[in-house]
């Protein structure tokens, strides 16, 4: 959306339907599962407005009921897939409860994407992980103590000397901003920015893995734009 994106709050629906952006069959590209085959959920709308995000989660007018979104994850699950990713947009936007309830009685796992400013009361379950990766100064103070992993959006010359992580807005181009920082020894995840541009991206690439060599950090890349998939 490249910041294009209405800012839209926290917002549930009185017949328990969820904006959906897609629904699809593909590899988690980013953090703790990448490389694993997942169904991915993309829930539409977001409560930030990022300059370079790429992701499109504005233009579906689908709003499926709980029993009707659960058959389109079926139509997708294989018997080598037993992961459901729920991505934005912002996925805590809406009540996804449900949702993850049932994801988690049928057996399968089930991790969110979330930037890390809103909270739901979600199942304490170790199928449920939770990514945050955060786009603002502060965490949500309920979400904090929930979060499984962190994951940081790495540009070239836009990271702290002191832990290698992004000072810079997410939500103004070239603000000096310090974006909410990990507990101690929490896991943390650093992935190259995509600009858009060949070049720069190189540069974020070895800043990235400047960072996670010097910090000790897992380097993950966009593996799904690597291998030409959503």
Request: overall charge negative; glycine content about 8%.
């Amino acid at each position: 959306m490249f910041g294009q994106n209405p800012v839209r709050r926290q917002q549930f629906s009185e017949d328990g339907s969820l904006w959906v952006q897609e629904v699809f069959y593909t590899l988690q590209g980013e953090g703790p599962f990448s490389g694993q085959p997942a169904v991915f959920v993309r829930l539409a709308g977001c409560n930030l407005r990022c300059f370079w995000c790429d992701t499109e989660f504005e233009s579906s007018d689908w709003t499926p009921s709980l029993e009707a979104l659960l058959d389109r994850v079926d139509t997708h699950l294989t018997p080598t897939c037993d992961l459901v990713v729920l991505t934005g947009g912002e996925p805590l936007r809406q009540d996804i409860r449900p949702l993850v309830g049932a994801l988690l009685g049928r057996g399968l796992r089930v991790q969110i994407e979330t930037a890390g400013t809103l909270w739901l009361d979600l199942p304490d379950d170790p199928r449920l992980t939770i990514v945050c990766s955060p786009k603002t100064g502060r965490l949500n103070v309920e979400l904090a103590p929930r979060i499984d992993a962190y994951k940081y959006v790495i540009a070239a010359n836009e990271v702290a000397d002191d832990d290698g992580l992004p000072t810079r807005s997410t939500q103004a181009r070239g603000k000096a901003t310090r974006i909410a920082r990990p507990p101690a020894g929490a896991k943390v995840y650093v992935m190259p920015r995509d600009d858009q541009d060949p070049r720069a991206n190189r540069e974020n690439t070895l800043a990235t893995a400047a960072v996670a060599l010097r910090f000790g950090y897992t380097m993950t890349v966009q593996l799904h734009k690597l291998a030409d998939l959503r």
